[in-house]
């Protein structure tokens, strides 16, 4: 299995642009989150999806930042408009429903100017 | 509101000797807890967890210490070497997962 993956790799936007970060998980996995990683903060969990449904999403900054999962396969996160202290690295990472071990995805980071 | 905290965001140790990294929280409801290991440019990967019904978890160098009355974890590295130079997360989970800070490790040859 080629694991978690996210794309692009690396995003620098300049500041009001719409962002689109991407998310493929582990095949059979039926729970997705999505993290935002900042110096200050950690690791944020900013909303997870179980069978595709979105089942908290208290950890979303603001109404800037949306997520869909259209499909068990697929899943993403929009800023949009963006701004620079939204810069920093974000992951997605999938489990299991009844399991707790979670499995990320190498990052995006995120950089807006 | 942090509710797993890693008090100290780094830890230089020489290879060899043992590592220890300490985690506390304040959610009296987390029933397991979790370490990931992260290197660079890399996402997080699971190192070790311990159920809230055990107190001690061993896995090659690699041991958990869970202590409830003091809502405290540790894991311990012995010995430390220098491929274990990443930063360590403890999670803990009661239904989602809340991630410390992070804690730098540097083992040093």
């Known amino acids: 299995d080629a694991g978690v993956i996210q794309s692009p790799r690396h995003e620098v936007t300049e500041m009001g642009q719409e962002v689109t970060l991407r998310c493929k998980p582990i095949?059979?996995?039926?729970?997705l989150f999505w993290y935002r990683q900042t110096m200050m903060r950690g690791l944020e969990l900013l909303i997870y999806?179980?069978?595709?449904?979105?089942?908290?999403d208290s950890g979303m900054p603001e109404d800037r930042f949306s997520a869909k999962m259209p499909n068990a396969s697929f899943s993403t996160l929009k800023i949009q408009p963006s701004e620079p202290r939204d810069s920093a690295v974000y992951f997605c990472?999938?489990?299991?429903?009844?399991?707790?071990?979670?499995?990320f995805g190498p990052g995006t980071r995120l950089t807006v100017t | 509101d942090q509710q797993v905290k890693q008090n100290s965001p780094s830890l230089s140790v020489q290879e060899g000797r043992i590592s220890i990294l300490n985690c506390d929280y304040t959610?009296?409801?987390?029933?397991?807890f979790l370490w990931y290991k992260k290197y660079p440019a890399e996402g997080p990967t699971f190192l070790i967890s311990?159920?809230?019904?055990?107190d001690k978890n061993e896995d090659g160098r690699f041991t958990v210490f869970l202590n409830k009355s003091a809502k405290h974890l540790s894991l311990h590295i012995v010995p430390s070497q220098p491929g274990d130079s990443a930063v360590y997360f403890c999670?803990?989970?009661?239904?989602?997962?809340?991630f410390g800070a992070g804690t730098r490790l540097t083992v040093k040859p």
């Open positions: 990472a999938s489990s299991l429903q009844d399991q707790y071990e979670q499995y």
């Open positions: 095949s059979g996995h039926n729970s």
């Open positions: 999806f179980n069978n595709n449904v979105p089942i908290d």
């Open positions: 959610n009296s409801m987390f029933d397991y």
């Open positions: 311990i159920s809230s019904i055990k």
């Open positions: 999670a803990a989970s009661a239904g989602d997962m809340r």
